[in-house]
């Protein structure tokens, strides 16, 4: 059993899936609608957010890990998508490899995260550590993708 903070979960089932989305828009289609390619794996972002901060606060050590998973093949899923399109929007125009980039590191950050997220369940690091690692990476997360 762990502290778990609650509201940074909340925080990041609301930003992870806007700077996503941002990060995934195009330009608007001749009838002049927005398009975007990231909504899926934005919206599946904020969901294994939800699964992730279930994981911790569910009590039965099955389901837990069982939810630990499934949020895991969520982040791949939803990486992959983002990679892809981080590499065809490489090509697209001038700032097409900067955004490329820094959809790549929004995927790193949120994997090292999904690691952090699993050091304290074993005792490797406190509570504690990992609330300090995330407040300096959603500055991070934040402030370097805008």
């Avoid at 969901?47 to 499934?70: G, P």
């Amino acid at each position: 059993h762990q502290i778990v903070y609650s509201f940074r979960f909340i925080e990041w089932v609301c930003c992870a899936p806007i700077v996503l989305t941002i990060s995934g828009s195009l330009d608007h289609a001749p009838d002049g609608s927005p398009r975007n390619g990231l909504v899926p794996s934005s919206l599946l972002t904020g969901i294994y957010c939800i699964i992730s901060w279930q994981a911790l606060v569910v009590t039965d050590f099955y389901w837990s890990w069982a939810l630990i998973i499934w949020a895991f093949v969520s982040f791949f899923l939803a990486s992959y998508e983002q990679l892809c399109f981080a590499w065809w929007v490489k090509d697209q125009g001038t700032s097409g490899p900067v955004r490329a980039a820094m959809l790549a590191y929004l995927v790193v950050v949120m994997g090292i995260y999904g690691v952090v997220h699993l050091l304290p369940i074993p005792g490797w690091i406190t509570t504690t550590w990992e609330n300090k690692f995330y407040c300096l990476g959603n500055i991070s997360f934040k402030v370097g993708t805008s």
